[in-house]
């Protein structure tokens, strides 16, 4: 880190979604966390007072998505406003999940691309830059106009699924979209390749084939995202149906929305392998899961970005 004046202008401020990964990045900066104050008027609006001197500072922003979404974007928002308004140097929104990621393109007549209108957003409100883990499609970058860090947490995850020491093991791809990243996964662990060839209607998802063989293996399944759990659950049975020995699964992000914890809890899955990107709270951690911290990755690419250093040099080989 930076020493002298360098250090005294960098301050990471934290909104109220996720106040464990914020004074996570803190301590590994070794920095105190920039003072803050958020509240609700009884109209419901929100109210942000920045409680310190940001002027011509370096300032990074964290907040995740988590529910209410909506609301941790608008706050989000008047945060970076706020900023801007007290004559902070520069503004870095730092987004271990991007907000609206699966709404990246118009494939049907009549809806939104909302990761745009996200991104509009963020620039008028006077981000200068974005800092973000693992989107969901790398495209997203091109729709700001200012610089945006793309950190991968894949490396993360799959040393610990290589520590686990899982026998035979043999990447699965979920769907061909997700085929390149469990490629880089396969050769990260040393195992075999699989794709499944799966179909998605609506909510429903449909298996209709496997390419690869899985039988007697440690089948780990890979993706960025865990969401309700549905697809891990089906592709789960599939795989043990077709022989696998025991089954793993690993991902960056786990919303772990709606019934994903009752699902995991009933799951034949030797081990659950995510990050802390999203705050997961004890009622939703089952005994196979592991959660890795992603502060320590966001606090080093902090730190490049503040002392003008490379932060694509993270993930060379």
Not at 52 to 75: G, H, I, K, L, Y
Not at 107 to 136: C, F, K, Q, V, W
Not at 239 to 248: I, M, S
Not at 287 to 309: F, K, N, T, W, Y
């Amino acid at each position: 880190m930076a020493t002298g004046s360098a250090t005294i202008d960098l301050c990471v401020l934290g909104g109220r979604s996720h106040p464990e990964l914020t004074a996570g990045v803190c301590q590994a900066l070794g920095v105190t966390q920039g003072a803050l104050e958020i509240f609700k008027f009884a109209n419901d609006n929100t109210f942000v007072r920045i409680g310190e001197n940001v002027r011509a500072r370096d300032v990074f922003v964290v907040q995740t998505p988590s529910p209410p979404v909506d609301e941790r974007v608008m706050e989000l928002l008047i945060m970076i406003d706020a900023l801007r308004r007290a004559s902070a140097g520069r503004i870095t929104a730092v987004l271990p999940y991007f907000p609206y990621a699966r709404s990246d393109k118009k494939d049907e007549g009549r809806i939104p691309i909302t990761a745009r209108l996200i991104a509009n957003l963020l620039e008028s409100a006077g981000a200068d830059r974005i800092l973000t883990l693992d989107l969901h499609a790398p495209q997203i970058q091109g729709f700001f106009n200012i610089p945006v860090d793309n950190l991968s947490a894949t490396d993360l995850v799959a040393d610990h699924l290589r520590g686990l020491n899982l026998p035979d093991p043999v990447v699965v791809a979920p769907d061909v979209g997700r085929a390149a990243l469990c490629r880089g996964y396969a050769r990260r662990l040393g195992a075999g390749l699989a794709l499944m060839d799966k179909q998605r209607e609506r909510s429903e998802v449909t298996i209709r084939n496997l390419i690869g063989n899985v039988r007697g293996t440690s089948a780990i399944l890979l993706d960025d995202e865990l969401d309700t759990a549905g697809s891990l659950q089906r592709a789960t049975e599939y795989l043990l149906v077709h022989g696998a020995a025991r089954v793993a699964y690993g991902c960056v992000h786990a919303p772990l929305s709606g019934p994903a914890v009752e699902r995991l809890r009933n799951l034949a899955v030797q081990a659950v392998v995510v990050t802390d990107s999203f705050p997961i709270p004890p009622a939703k951690r089952v005994p196979q899961m592991h959660v890795l911290s992603v502060a320590p990755l966001l606090a080093e690419a902090i730190r490049r970005i503040h002392d003008g250093r490379s932060v694509s040099q993270l993930f060379e080989a």
